[in-house]
């Protein structure tokens, strides 16, 4: 009997290296793939003018039917996508630190970032580290400094490709949510900044046959700061829509 298949899709300007730590608890009780997205990691960079629907194609070229779908930030964007135009491909949909129909002031935030990101790439770096692993955070200090080394090994130009996706493909998805058929699953830290409880729980809303969870004091990069409460998150719902014990 083949072992239950789950898909994890990391964020903009990370890596596959970013579920380590999830990976390790996931793979005794499921087959894991890792897929990292155009312009990311050993793909192909991502080209001007890269769409949600390309980095969805990209990833699905890979992706085998019936797939327990995991996508994190972007990619939980990229996943939600594949849900909707892709279903044979996609068995359940998980979507965590996502974004959701950011309002006026959200949108303003992310459009800043993107600036800044196009001003100064290194500042960006640097930002999101602070952003994502704030002082006193519980993340041993290799990981840390893992996520930066993988942030600083970005072509510029290719990650502000996928930014300006990650800043405004959620408005271009939202119509389409309420049409995935799929069983979903919407988590998110609970003092996560950018893809905020409130977020999660319009896309849990939005999506038919979706459930909402918030992780107490965990921020956005749950998968690094939190893999125990995310795998048996992940585990639970994933046992509950497949047909295993």
């Known amino acids: 009997m083949s072992r239950v298949r789950i898909a994890l899709i990391h964020g903009v300007g990370l890596d596959g290296s970013m579920w380590g730590p999830l990976r390790e608890l996931?793979?005794?009780?499921?087959?894991?793939?890792?897929?990292?997205?155009l312009g990311h990691g050993n793909r192909p960079p991502a080209p001007d003018g890269v769409t949600l629907a390309d980095l969805a194609e990209d990833v699905a070229d890979r992706l085998q039917p019936g797939t327990h779908l995991v996508g994190f930030s972007l990619g939980a964007l990229v996943s939600q996508h594949l849900a909707r135009f892709r279903p044979e491909l996609v068995e359940t949909l998980v979507s965590v630190g996502s974004v959701c129909a950011r309002t006026p002031d959200e949108q303003a935030s992310v459009l800043a970032r993107l600036a800044s990101a196009e001003a100064d790439f290194g500042q960006t770096v640097e930002a999101s580290i602070r952003r994502w692993y704030p002082e006193g955070s519980a993340v041993p200090a290799e990981l840390v400094e893992q996520t930066r080394e993988v942030l600083e090994r970005n072509d510029p130009r290719s990650f502000l490709a996928c930014y300006r996706v990650f800043a405004t493909a959620d408005a271009e998805i939202a119509p389409e949510l309420g049409k995935i058929g799929v069983p979903?699953?919407?988590?998110?830290?609970?003092?996560?900044?950018?893809?905020?409880?409130?977020?999660?729980?319009?896309?849990?809303?939005?999506?038919?046959?979706c459930g909402y969870s918030?992780?107490?004091g965990a921020r956005h990069m749950m998968p690094v700061e939190?893999?125990?409460?995310?795998?048996?998150?992940?585990?639970?719902?994933?046992?509950?829509?497949?047909n295993v014990d």
Request: net charge negative.
């Open 26 to 37: 996931l793979e005794p009780e499921f087959e894991v793939q890792v897929l990292e997205l």
């Open 184 to 209: 979903s699953l919407a988590v998110t830290g609970e003092f996560d900044p950018g893809s905020t409880p409130e977020m999660s729980a319009r896309l849990a809303a939005a999506i038919p046959d």
């Open 214 to 216: 918030v992780v107490a």
């Open 226 to 242: 939190r893999p125990h409460e995310l795998a048996t998150l992940l585990t639970a719902f994933i046992k509950e829509h497949s």
